[in-house]
């Protein structure tokens, strides 16, 4: 036969998947990542097309019409699909009948940067296997860009794999997995934590929660793995099982996870990828008695040997199971990714940034992911169609600290296993003779207490113990060294507020939640009013002349600083801007920063027209000549009769050198330019995650050294849609229409953008723009916003600490009403309170932890030094 290989059967999962090729989970899945130095395109082809003859299952077809029983077929060559966009494809099948079920996308946003999209079917690779592909096309990519030496191992055909299956006694694997199974409990998700069918956005829509334990937590949990020789899934499938039994679901648990151990016979002779990740279920028993390491020992020897048991169908585990067809198979699945130290810095050396893994489908309502780094990360992608983004969120962080706690008490009490608690559990509190631990309400104790402070940054150190004077009565002493009392403290984020509000024609008083909202931060200590420069569109329209607002602003009030987010400098001669905010610099006491930009919009070029095309280098050239201007020096230019003279401006600044940022929207040249400037930086999560923010923090921070500036010296702002409030709930339905329509108007403004530079994309369809908006709303308060409770925003200020945010721009007028922002600006000075004062924060965390989940319970004494 022609490019004919091999020709072997399929799988049980395989026949499923080919069988139903509409399914969702038949749909292809995709890794994702950005590149900004450069790409050589002749270099990737060649590193796909070395890594697809590698291994035969990238090679493989499969075909089921008109046979008895489908087949797969191994092409002896498959050219590898490697296409060029200017745009982010939609999703698209891939045939299962045409090899290679692989297929590479290059989106350029500029000749040097753009995003990498390989897309696989899920027929051929898990996302393990994919894990394995992604690391080789890396190494094979370099090799080919360098001229050197890849230095892979040998492959093994995917036949080997096959081989094993079909050698396996399908009668015994079917008669263990009933054994299995024989009743097993329907294990289900707290009713706590779903939505109703009104509250919750359709079902399917995937959302992610990500939870990281502290470099401590991380450090003691991976340091018990080790010295016990356990895997990080084990002790993750055991946290979870007595979650769920302390959320009220019984002693026994039913979940799904992925089967990652290859059979031994398999497990040498080089690398083997394809398939062989099955969904299988894991039935754990939370025991009453006996010792915690011995069980976590027999979790782990339960399900070390791979057997063909594992690779049932779904279908039949649905049917063991008695599982209506309609129902998931699993509420809850729980997967351990295997620890790869070397893709991060591999990748990175390469140019390649933002690594993103995402599959077609949701297998399960709840899929819990944990990951080995740093810090350990634990990923909850979830429904929101029915569970709800709170209830996900403390279950993180509930994960988090079991998984530490379990930790904790295996090395501490190896001798007895404290029965965990159930929800329902009594109030009172009781002491065991001789224990290390009080426990209240038969789940809280001195362990968990400690847990949960120690998962915030504004802990040094924290101890817990049972209060002397009232033995027994299960009181707690907490004392704590907050981290702003210990060596090398970190530092705290300023606060400040960001305006950038829509025109609104019918409003009389369009300025009144500016003036009282830059009154109410003066007086609660924020550090600065950003005021943007926006011209001949609605969207930002109230704020044409930052200098003009920003004076008005030096007139009622005292100590806040007033800056301009942002000045579009091409649009100015460099001696109005020079003049302008001196003046100001002289009303306000010295309290003028200056943020600069090249604009984008060309419509705003209607001022400036011969500057548009030329905009970056005018944007530094007049930087420049206003610095200068600023520090009283002359600058070169013609007059009115076409002499060249040299001018100074006045009145003078009270500031001798002015303070200037330089916008950087998501653009890492332009990160590193601030740093070589010696200026700071203004920027957005509005474009980009977090994660992408720290990194070019980084290369900012580097471009400051190398510039022979302080690196530490620069000021990075970000700023953030914030709105914060009392009730989650109540802040979700204030901020969910406001939030979208404004998200709807800059996806507009974007639209125009499109039609003045003739490019042709259809972007003019309204249900278009409205279901855009709607995504975006609901991707961007959970991962690039500052909504919520302060308590509950304390994470994501955390996040952007450690990514190296010096303040925070808090972007608050984007459509809320304005009585309803002005009392939430209330409850953003109590977050600003809480991140300032570490005592403060502790004694309101804890306080608010303990009530929901213990109403009643013993107070909590803390002692601070």
């Not at 990748?347 to 893994?357: D, N, Q, V």
């Amino acid at each position: 036969m022609k490019n004919v290989q091999d020709v072997y059967r399929l799988s049980p999962a395989q026949r499923e998947l080919l069988a139903r090729p509409s399914a969702p989970e038949a749909r292809p899945a995709h890794v994702r990542w950005s590149f900004r130095q450069g790409l050589d395109e002749a270099a990737l082809e060649s590193a796909l097309r070395q890594l697809i003859a590698r291994h035969d299952a990238l090679r493989t077809a499969f075909f089921a019409q008109g046979m008895n029983e489908p087949v797969q077929v191994v092409r002896e060559k498959a050219e590898p699909r490697l296409e060029q966009r200017t745009e982010h494809p939609a999703a698209s099948s891939l045939n299962p009948s045409n090899a290679p079920l692989l297929r590479a996308t290059v989106v350029r946003d500029s000749p040097e940067s753009g995003t990498v999209l390989l897309a696989y079917h899920p027929l051929v690779l898990d996302e393990a296997s994919a894990r394995v592909c992604l690391r080789e096309l890396f190494l094979l990519y370099r090799a080919a860009r360098d001229g050197s030496e890849a230095g892979l191992g040998k492959s093994r055909p995917h036949r080997d794999f096959m081989a094993w299956l079909e050698q396996q006694d399908a009668r015994e694997a079917e008669r263990r997995m009933r054994e299995l199974l024989r009743g097993a409990p329907r294990s289900r998700l707290p009713a706590g934590w779903r939505v109703g069918p009104r509250d919750g956005a359709p079902e399917g829509e995937s959302a992610l929660q990500r939870f990281f334990l502290s470099p401590a937590a991380t450090a003691r949990v991976q340091a018990f793995l080790r010295q016990h020789t356990l895997e990080l899934a084990t002790l993750l499938e055991a946290a979870w099982a007595v979650l769920l039994h302390q959320e009220g679901q019984g002693e026994e648990q039913l979940f799904g996870t992925f089967a990652t151990t290859l059979p031994s016979a398999l497990s040498g002779g080089g690398t083997l990828v394809g398939r062989l990740s099955p969904l299988v279920p894991r039935r754990l028993q939370v025991p009453s008695r006996g010792t915690l390491l011995r069980w976590l020992r027999g979790v782990q020897a339960e399900h070390a040997e791979a057997r063909a048991s594992d690779h049932a169908a779904p279908s039949q585990l649905r049917s063991w199971l008695e599982v209506p067809e309609d129902t998931p198979l699993f509420e809850s699945i729980v997967t351990a990714e295997p620890e790869d130290e070397t893709l991060g810095p591999l990748a990175r050396s390469l140019g390649f940034h933002a690594i993103t893994h995402a599959t077609a489908v949701l297998p399960a309502p709840l899929v819990v992911r944990a990951a080995q780094g740093p810090r350990l990360e634990l990923r909850f992608l979830y429904d929101s169609g029915q569970l709800d983004a709170t209830a996900v969120a403390r279950a993180a962080e509930h994960l988090g600290a079991l998984l530490e706690e379990l930790a904790l008490r295996a090395e501490q009490e190896p001798s007895a296993l404290t029965p965990p608690a159930s929800a329902t559990g009594s109030a009172e509190a009781r002491a065991s003779t001789g224990a290390s631990t009080v426990t209240v309400g038969a789940r809280f104790g001195a362990a968990e207490v400690e847990a949960v402070l120690a998962r915030h940054p504004a802990v040094a150190q924290v101890s817990v113990r049972v209060a002397p004077e009232v033995p027994g009565s299960g009181a707690l002493v907490a004392r704590v060294v907050p981290a702003s009392q210990s060596a090398g403290a970190r530092k705290k984020p300023g606060f400040g507020l960001f305006f950038f509000a829509n025109e609104d024609a019918g409003a009389r008083d369009k300025y009144r939640l500016y003036l009282e909202a830059a009154k109410l931060a003066d007086r609660n200590g924020f550090t600065a009013i950003w005021t943007p420069e926006r011209h001949f569109d609605e969207h930002g329209g109230l704020y044409p002349n930052p200098s003009v607002l920003s004076a008005a602003l030096s007139t009622v009030t005292e100590r806040i600083g007033l800056r301009s987010g942002s000045v579009v400098l091409p649009l100015h001669t460099p001696f109005r801007v020079a003049e302008e905010w001196s003046v100001i610099d002289n009303l306000s006491g010295g309290r003028v920063g200056l943020s600069v930009t090249s604009g984008w919009m060309p419509n705003d070029f209607a001022l400036a027209p011969d500057n548009f095309e030329h905009k970056r280098e005018v944007l530094f050239q007049s930087l420049e000549q206003v610095r200068e201007l600023w520090r009283g020096g002359a600058v070169s230019t013609r007059d009115g009769a076409g002499n060249e003279v040299r001018l100074r401006t006045f009145p003078r600044p009270v500031q001798p050198e002015l303070p200037v940022w330089l916008t950087c929207p998501g653009n890492p040249e332009l990160f590193e330019k601030a740093g070589e400037l010696g200026v700071n930086v203004l920027t957005s999560l509005a474009s980009q995650p977090v994660e992408e923010v720290r990194e070019k923090i980084a290369l900012y921070r580097a471009a400051r050294a190398r510039a022979g500036h302080d690196p530490a010296a620069g000021t990075v702002s970000v700023m953030l849609h914030t709105f914060v409030g009392r009730e989650p709930d109540e802040v979700l339905d204030q901020v969910r229409g406001p939030l979208t329509h404004y998200l709807r108007t800059h996806l507009r403004l974007q639209q125009a953008r499109v039609h003045s530079l003739n490019l042709q994309v259809d972007i003019d369809d309204p249900k278009w723009l409205d279901s855009l908006a709607t995504f975006a709303f609901e991707q961007h308060y959970r991962m690039s916003a500052l909504i919520g409770t302060p308590t509950s925003c304390l994470s994501m200020v955390d996040r952007l600490v450690e990514a190296g945010a010096d303040e925070l721009a808090c972007f608050i007028d984007f459509g809320v009403a304005g009585d309803l922002v002005l009392e939430g600006l209330k409850a953003l000075a109590e977050l600003k309170q809480l991140v300032e004062d570490d005592s403060l924060r502790l004694r309101q965390v804890l306080s608010e932890y303990l009530d929901e989940r213990l109403p009643g319970r013993p107070a909590v004494t803390f002692e601070f030094p």
